[in-house]
């Protein structure tokens, strides 16, 4: 897709009948590419997404010296980063907080300072909480501008601690950071989460990737996280198709109607947003699996039904949720979510405020949303520079005519293509 500032939304006329293959997870591969990097041989890594947090990802780690060569979607790390090198170093992140975080604590490895630095966006969203925990476990800090944002500059102190507090009530990634850097630690290191703990699927999500290259990670329970020293070796790893791009096409089937089957996704994949098929089901859709993958299925006469969710677990798909919800038959109420206020946008308030523009009722709360079905009407939409509202507002568009889309080059985040998908169903 060409850059361009606005976006008319397609309606489809009748039902769906479509086949979908959406890029690889993009917090898989972040993972998995941290790993690779530090590892003390050589892995190759399968499916990576084309989008702008992987690039930024690759960047950063070419600059920190990896080498690594891409073929197609496949990327091969020949060697790793160096963190005994003094030079003082540059990264940015872009729009990526993965990217900026996980590389903030590979930093913390670093002989010499490394600067992570980010879009105006980025460096108002929160590193607190992961630049606290840097500095307890041993790390040296100081900031460009303002204190705990980015640019920040970091480096390894004179020693490590062996365990860790790190607040746990405003983003997984930050305990990500922290778990991925902990076996080039000599003594490993042992995470304690305080407060309320949200996302806990991603954290598992983490330990299984970093399983994947030799890592001893054991999840004690939801608040205790032990791993061991000794580092990572490489290996050969793929990347699982991405639960959270799913959503939308699944999303498509709910809203118009019809049939969508998304390739290679299946029910016991590591992504905990791969849960969003039984949200759908409980909303009325049919889910089918078989080798080819899963599919979402709604029946002309088959009614949404609004639901009452803690999506705190996957909070990602807050707006995908909010879209299929002005098409139920009753309220939905979304809960658990807070904290999602502090993303790429708003998720709560510029969410609740697009969809307004669209005729939606839709009150916010405190902790998410309750989105009450009534007729819409066109209207455009901004996105906030944030590619979950963009995609989200594509699905509305869709059944509601009139939909445009303010800065829809967005979604080049995680799916450059999405517009192309979204045509094709």
């Known amino acids: 897709m060409t850059q361009q500032s606005e976006y008319a939304v397609f309606v489809k006329r009748g039902m769906l009948d479509a086949v979908v293959s959406v890029p ?113 476990l041993g790390a040296n800090l100081s900031w460009q501008d303002e204190k705990y944002c980015l640019p920040v500059t970091v480096c390894r102190g004179e020693s490590y601690a062996h365990s860790i507090k790190i607040a746990s009530d405003t983003s997984s990634q930050f305990v990500t950071a922290l778990m991925l850097i902990a076996p080039l630690l000599e003594n490993g290191l042992r995470i304690e989460l305080v407060g309320d ?47 959270s791009s799913a959503s939308y096409p699944l999303a498509a089937a709910a809203v118009v109607g019809g049939r969508v089957r998304v390739n290679g996704l299946w029910s016991n994949m590591i992504q905990g947003d791969g849960r969003f098929v039984d949200v759908l089901r409980q909303m009325g859709c049919g889910v089918q699996e078989d080798q080819d993958g899963i599919s979402l299925v709604r029946d ?16 990602d798909l807050v707006p995908t949720l909010a879209v299929v919800a002005l098409f139920a038959t009753t309220p939905t109420r979304i809960r658990g979510v807070g904290f999602i206020r502090k993303k790429e946008s708003d998720r709560i308030g510029d969410l609740a405020s697009e969809l307004r523009k669209i005729g939606a009722n839709v009150v916010e709360h405190v902790d998410g949303l309750e989105i009450t079905p009534q007729t819409l009407h066109p209207g455009r939409c901004d996105t906030h520079h944030d590619h979950r509202l963009a995609m989200a507002f594509g699905v509305a568009g869709l059944k509601q005519p009139g939909v445009m889309i303010d800065q829809p080059q967005v979604v080049s985040k995680s799916w450059p293509r999405f517009w192309e998908m979204l045509e094709a169903l």
Not at 68 to 81: G, H, M, N, P
Not at 300 to 315: H, K, Q, T, W
């Open 300 to 315: 002309a006469g088959a009614p949404l039904l609004g639901i009452d969710i803690d999506m705190s677990e996957i909070s």
């Open 197 to 243: 703990v949200i996302s806990l699927p991603y954290i598992t999500m983490s330990a299984s990737v970093m399983r994947a290259f030799g890592a001893n990670v054991r999840v004690v329970d939801e608040r205790n996280i032990v791993i061991d020293g000794g580092g990572y070796v490489g290996c050969e790893f793929t990347v699982e198709p991405d639960a």
């Open 24 to 136: 690889g997870s993009k917090s898989i591969a972040n993972r998995a590419l941290i790993c690779a990097a530090l590892a003390r041989s050589a892995s190759t890594i399968k499916g990576l997404p084309d989008g702008d947090d992987t690039q930024a990802m690759l960047q950063s780690l070419r600059v920190l010296g990896a080498t690594i060569s891409l073929e197609k979607s496949d990327a091969r790390i020949e060697t790793a980063v160096d963190v005994d090198r003094s030079d003082l170093v540059s990264v940015d992140a872009n729009l990526a907080g993965t990217t900026a975080r996980f590389l903030t604590a590979v930093g913390a490895l670093r002989r010499g300072q490394l600067t992570v630095t980010g879009n105006e966006s980025l460096r108002s969203r929160p590193m607190k909480d992961l630049h606290v925990a840097l500095g307890e």
